[in-house]
């Protein structure tokens, strides 16, 4: 019940943070926008690390797998294409499509068993349920 909670808080504060980032960019500029975001995001997270414990950060130049490290990077380019993606097709269809992308991709990366996760078998309800979903972006889109 708490996974379902929190995902549910994460959409919708993915969509509440697109529009205000993607109003920002609109009287600034769009890396002006992207580095507010990020550097805010920043500050937040050293916050709450001085007042959750404050475990070593020299035990991210442990982490096994480096490439995972560039999750920061990877959230800079988000940060940007939400911005894009939210002018160019407003807030609704640009969750709809944004949701979409992130269910194909996670599928994928759970079927070929992709960046350390475990690999599962192909269903064929899974399909039909991406089939759906996007047949649900159609018609939310047709006019």
């Known amino acids: 019940m708490w996974g379902l909670c929190v995902a549910l808080l994460s ?5 509440i943070q697109g529009v205000f980032n993607t109003e920002v960019t609109k009287q600034t ?3 002006v926008s992207t580095g ?3 550097l805010s995001a920043f500050a937040v997270c050293v916050v709450a690390w001085f ?3 404050r475990e070593s950060i020299a035990a991210l130049w442990q982490v096994e797998s480096k490439y995972t490290l560039l999750g920061g990077v990877i959230g800079a380019f988000i940060t940007v294409t939400v911005i894009q993606s939210m002018s160019a097709l407003g807030p609704a269809r640009a969750a709809m499509l944004i949701v979409i992308s992130q ?3 996670a599928w994928f990366i759970e079927l070929w068993g992709l960046f350390g996760m475990e690999k599962q078998p192909f ?3 899974k399909l039909l349920g991406m089939l759906i979903a996007v047949a649900g972006i159609v018609i939310f889109k047709w006019e």
């Open 29 to 31: 500029s769009l890396w």
């Open 36 to 38: 507010w975001v990020q």
């Open 123 to 125: 269903e064929w309800r």
């Open 11 to 15: 959409g919708a504060l993915m969509s």
């Open 103 to 105: 269910l194909a991709v």
């Open 51 to 53: 007042l959750t414990g």
